[in-house]
């Protein structure tokens, strides 16, 4: 499995905090330029429409019937800035009548009379904001219509509103300015703890298998459990192995003493006989190192399977798979002076891994036949019991209660030790019943004589229960 690219946790966290701050802000200064730009708009239209109305007010009816407009120099003072902005004006009579001013500033077409409207234009090439007031004069009998349109440049509402804008954008940059500096120590004082919690665990020794006590943040501790969980998997695995390793050299340095004596015993033989004596005698220890060789593979094996969950099982005619197996022991109990049968009508079906099955039915019946003895009879048995029970039963010596409990641990022996054996049997069956949801029992045989070994199995389906076309017909 490739591994990503290491980051930083305080830059990611920084990143998400800080990116949608920056976007708010953005969009805020947006809102904020709309907002300067209506406001300086307002402050100058309100002088604006000052200064026309006072124009307005110097309309005058003179000799004739014609207007007569006096600027008053007031109404153009009131538009003067430090911005240098220019001011233009004209006067308008009844429609298509000139008064004064600059007669090619525009102006707005239909403005109510007594309203003042306002518009956004250019003059000369330069933007414009024109404030358009239309008034009447009265002449004692009628009233004459007419139109004063100011104009000013916009370089000071400009200026305003740019000067909002970079206020407002200096107060947010030192505001997203001041909460990164509080993220960054927020969050390295938050990661203080895991730093402490790396250190505390790079100090530690290789073989400190200790839970881990670290004082950690909540969002943490479930981490630290998992950590701690593992740690203590971890130390039992280990000290299994120890114990395990310790056993098998036990186990493994007899049989290799003995080679050795016996090949010593053969080169100082003073006759072939007693060299055959001896070869026989290192013959029979590389036997029983072989044994415990292949039972030691096979609880290699059967680890391995529990590590993978064994993914794919099978569905497996229990009946007919034991029935072999003891057809195949038939000839090695007849040479030990042993009856072996087996009883089973029905046939069951189990989900299973084909070997590993077949190695916990043959350790059955090698135990058996090892240990029952000359003129027993030993019984495999295969039947229906809330689930599917396989029996080995014999009516040998069998097992005192202490140990009973005793043999189901590696390594560990009952009965006559004199016999071969390295004490794993019964512990590899009862492990691999235990990997097919299985359960080992071992009890007293019936009539109070021998030892009855029984391993229970969930059922997967009977002969009976199976139907045309079911993918465990065919096994």
Do not use: C
Request: proline share 4%; no cysteine.
């Amino acid at each position: 499995m490739r591994r990503g690219a290491a980051y930083s946790l305080r830059r990611r966290l920084l990143a998400w905090l800080l990116a949608p701050l920056v976007l708010v802000g953005l969009l805020a200064l947006a809102d904020t330029y709309r907002e300067a730009v209506a406001t300086a708009n307002t402050v100058s239209d309100r002088v604006l429409a000052g200064s026309a109305l006072a124009i307005a007010e110097r309309v005058v009816v003179g000799e004739g019937a014609a207007l007569e407009v006096d600027i008053p120099y007031v109404a153009l003072e009131m538009l003067t800035s430090a911005a240098q902005d220019r001011v233009f004006y004209r006067v308008d009579g009844p429609p298509g009548t000139f008064i004064t001013g600059y007669e090619t500033l525009p102006t707005i077409e239909g403005v109510a009379r007594e309203t003042t409207a306002y518009a956004d234009s250019t003059f000369r090439g330069e933007p414009i904001r024109l404030a358009v007031l239309a008034r009447s004069a009265s002449t004692g009998t009628s009233s004459i219509p007419f139109v004063v349109t100011v104009a000013e440049t916009t370089i000071a509402r400009s200026q305003l509103a740019r000067a909002i804008l970079i206020r407002s954008a200096l107060r947010l940059g030192v505001l997203i300015a001041g909460a990164a500096l509080i993220v960054w120590f927020a969050v390295t004082a938050s990661l203080r703890p895991l730093y402490r919690l790396r250190d505390a665990i790079a100090e530690r020794s290789p073989d400190d298998l200790k839970p881990i006590e670290q004082v950690v943040p909540q969002e943490v501790r479930g981490l630290v459990d998992t950590v701690n969980s593992f740690i203590s998997r971890l130390n039992s695995a280990l000290e299994a192995m120890r114990h395990f390793t310790g056993n098998a050299s036990h186990q493994l340095r007899t049989p290799m003493a003995i080679i050795r004596t016996q090949l010593a015993l053969s080169s100082r033989a003073n006759s072939l006989e007693e060299a055959r004596a001896a070869a026989r005698a290192g013959d029979e220890a590389v036997a029983h190192a072989e044994r415990i060789l292949a039972q030691l593979l096979l609880l290699a094996k059967i680890d391995a399977a529990a590590s993978e969950k064994l993914k794919s099982l099978e569905t497996l005619n229990l009946t007919a798979l034991a029935r072999d197996i003891a057809t195949d022991h038939i000839m090695r109990a007849n040479v030990a002076g042993i009856d072996l049968g087996f009883e089973g009508g029905e046939e069951l079906f189990v989900r299973a891994e084909p070997l590993l099955m077949g190695e916990l039915i043959r350790n059955l019946i090698d135990n058996a036949i090892t240990y029952a003895g000359s003129g027993a009879e030993v019984t495999v048995r295969v039947a229906r019991a809330d689930g599917v029970l396989l029996e080995v039963e014999d009516n040998g010596p069998g097992l005192s209660a202490e140990e009973i409990s005793r043999v189901r641990r590696r390594f560990a022996r009952g009965g006559d030790t004199a016999k071969p054996g390295a004490g794993l049997g019964l512990p590899i069956v009862e492990e691999i019943a235990t990997l097919f949801g299985g359960s080992l029992g071992l009890s007293q045989a019936a009539g109070r004589r021998g030892l009855s070994v029984k391993v229970l199995f969930p059922q997967a389906f009977s002969t009976s229960e199976m139907t045309v076309g079911d993918p465990g017909a065919a096994v």
